[in-house]
C-alpha cells in the first residue's frame, strides 16, 4: 500500500485519540478542583462530634421541602427573568486599599467575598476571582460582573478565612494564587485544610477549626461558629464542615455568616459571643426548594438582631445567578426589612469600602455607611 494511502488512516486515528486525551486531561483537572481524597477527609470527620461516618449535620432537622416539578421550575425561571433579570453591566467602585489598615473597615468584593480591616489586619473572606463558580471550565454559574480589581490589588492579607468548601465560596485558582503571592495563614472548618493541602499550600499555613473552636493568629481571635447549610465538592455532600466566624481584635468583633439558613445558633451565638461590630450575612439564593439552608432577606436581618450586631453588610447576592427569584429582589426585601427592625444595613456596590473607625453608637452608624439604593441604575 502506497504511503499516500496509509495517510488518511493516522489521520482518521489521531482523533480519537486526541480526544481521548483531552478528556483525560479535563478529567484530571476537575479532579484536582474538587480537592482532597475522599478518605482524607473521613480521617478528618472521625475526630468531630459533629460528624457521623464520615459526614457532617447540622443540629437540627431539615424543613419540610416544596416539591419540584417541571411546571413550577419553568415559572421560577421566568418569574426570574420577567421579575429582572440580571443587568448588563453591574457598576462596581474602584477598589481602594489603605497602606494601613484601619480600626475597622469592610470592602465587599462581590458574592461572599469580603476584604476586612480590623485593628490594623486584613482579613479576605471567601475569595473568588474565577469567572465560573465550577469544578469544569467555562460550565456553571458565570460571574455577572469581574472581579473588583486584579487580586494584586488587595494588598497583603494576613488571614485568609473560608467558610466551606462549596465552588463559590472556596476558589481553587484564586487561593493558590494567594498562597504563591502572599504570606498569608489560611483558616477555615474542619476539611477545608485538606483541600488546601491537596493543591499544595504548605501545611503550616493552613489551620482548621471544629465548631467552637478558637485559634488565634496575627494578633486576632478566631472562633469558629455552628451555622446552618451543607458541604461538598463532588457528588457526595457533607464530607467537611460549613461554618461561620467570629474575628475579634483588641478592640472590634465581627461576625462573618458564611452561607446558612435560619438557625437558633444564631441566638445561641449572640449570647455567647455577641455583642458585634459588624455582621456579614447571605441575603441571595434562597428558595422554598431549599428552605433550610440560604437564608431569605428577613431571616437574615433577624439573624442580626439575634447576634446583637451594630452593622449588616449583605451578601450573597449579585455576581452569580444561584436562585430563581429576581436578581435585585434580595437587597429590595433587606432593605425593607432592615427598616421595619431599625437595623442599620450597608449598601455599597461592590468595591466600595466602608470605615467604621470610631463608629461607637447607631447614629455614628448610619452617617458612615451607603444606604441608598443603587441597583437601579444598572437597568
Known sequence: MSRSKRLPTAAVLSVPLAVTGALAALGLHVRRNMGARPSELRRIASASPNAV??????????LPRAKASARMILNMLVGRRSG????????LAPLRTPAEPA??????????????????RRVLVDPVWSEYASPVPRFGPRRLHPPVAPLSELGSPDLVVLSHDHYDHLDRPTVTALARDT???????????????????????????DWEGVVTVAGLELTCLETRHFSGRGLRRNTTLWAAWKVAGPRH?????????????HARTGAAHGPFDLTVLPIGAYSDLWPDIHADPEQAVAAHRELGGRVLLPIHWATFTLGFHP????????????ADQDVVLALPRPGQRIDLTGVTTVDDARAAVP?????????
Open 371 to 379: 444606604t441608598e439604593p443603587w441597583w437601579p441604575t444598572a437597568r
Open 327 to 338: 436578581w435585585d429582589e434580595p437587597a429590595e426585601r433587606a432593605r425593607k426589612a432592615a
Open 103 to 120: 480600626g475597622l473597615a469592610v470592602t465587599w468584593l462581590g458574592h461572599a467575598g469580603v476584604l476586612l480591616e480590623i485593628d490594623g
Open 84 to 91: 429582572g433579570g440580571a443587568p448588563a453591566t453591574v457598576p
Open 183 to 209: 504570606s498569608a495563614v489560611f483558616v477555615g472548618p474542619l476539611g477545608v485544610g485538606a483541600h488546601l493541602r491537596s493543591w499544595g499550600i504548605p501545611g503550616h499555613r493552613v489551620v482548621e477549626r
Open 53 to 62: 461516618d464520615g459526614l457532617f449535620a447540622n443540629t437540627e432537622p431539615g
Open 253 to 265: 468583633t465581627t461576625y462573618l455568616g458564611g452561607d446558612t439558613g435560619a438557625t437558633r445558633a
